[in-house]
């Protein structure tokens, strides 16, 4: 199935003419809850200094659980891992993309496959029979890319693999991974340092394969969000970055984050593309 990106007639969009009382900002608990709301507490009392706005965070239970919520208007601003922006954009065309997110002055990670340093594999092909372990199947490094990845090498993973596991976030995956309880795990590439930061050991652990390069979190307003709250809440975040000293105070969590940066949705199209073969199978 083609998942085009979306084109709109100019003026096809409306937006609320009152300012929030109170912008509601969604996350996902992509690392945990509590660990989530640790980083975003500093950037949305950044954000209330620098717009006047009044912000309050909502953590979504799950990434599907976030997305419903942008989608009927329960949350205002909203960070969306690509492949959950995709998947927004398709549904409401209207979705304003603020910014994306960068770290180390780059707008892409990548996502890997793990395993443990001692294990004996090689390449993703000697995982035949062997177990894994992918995060939420909205996760585009925990999912989407290592599925397609794989099925670029002809590794259909129901039938490849002994047993295949889904986590709710990846450090639930990564857990498994670390226990023995799968062979291998499909994770972001800095999900280390707040595997460190939560008590797992990963020291032992080793990069089996790359899945990919992956655009990162999107930034965006709801559908009918006032546009001058929406450039307010913008600019905020354009002026937060780690080359300042505030910016490093502000984003100094234990999810490396270097700011955000402007961007379009053309951004997202190494997204569409995966997501084009892995519906073409059926899945999603």
């Known amino acids: 199935m ?45 954000l209330a200094r620098v717009t006047g706005l009044k912000f309050t965070m909502i953590v979504a239970r799950d990434y599907e659980d976030l997305l419903r919520a942008v989608l009927d208007g329960s949350v205002d601003v909203v960070s969306f891992s690509p492949l959950l922006y995709v998947e927004a954009k398709e549904t409401q065309p209207c979705l304003q993309l603020l910014a994306m997110q960068v770290s180390s002055g780059a707008t892409f990670y990548s996502s890997y496959i793990l395993v443990q340093e001692d294990a004996p594999y090689q390449s993703v092909e000697d995982l035949a029979g062997k177990r894994i372990a992918f995060g939420s199947t909205s996760s585009a490094s925990g999912y989407l890319f290592p599925l397609a990845f794989l099925l670029d090498r002809g590794i259909v993973p129901e039938e490849f693999f002994g047993e295949v596991r889904f986590a709710r976030e990846h450090l639930d995956a990564l857990g498994m991974l670390v226990k023995r309880e799968v062979d291998a795990v499909a994770t972001f590439a800095r999900v280390l340092q707040p595997a460190r930061a939560a008590g797992l050991d990963v020291n032992n652990l080793r990069v089996l394969a790359v899945a990919g390069r992956v655009p990162f979190d999107a930034v965006c307003a709801r559908a009918g969000f006032p546009q001058e709250s929406a450039a307010l809440v913008q600019k905020g975040l354009l002026g937060l970055n780690g080359a300042t000293p505030e910016g490093r105070r502000v984003l100094a969590g234990v999810i490396e984050l270097g700011g955000w940066v402007m961007t379009d949705d053309s951004a997202y199209e190494p997204v569409r593309e995966r997501l084009r073969r892995v519906r073409a199978r059926g899945d999603r």
């Not at 979306?6 to 409306?14: D, F, H, K, M, Q």
């Not at 900002?25 to 660990?35: A, I, L, Q």
């Open 2 to 46: 083609a998942v085009p990106a979306p084109a709109l007639p100019a003026g096809a969009c409306s937006y609320d003419s009152q300012a929030p009382e109170v912008v509601r900002f969604g996350v996902t608990p992509y690392v945990g809850s509590e660990m989530v709301t640790r980083q975003f507490e500093p950037i949305l009392a950044h």
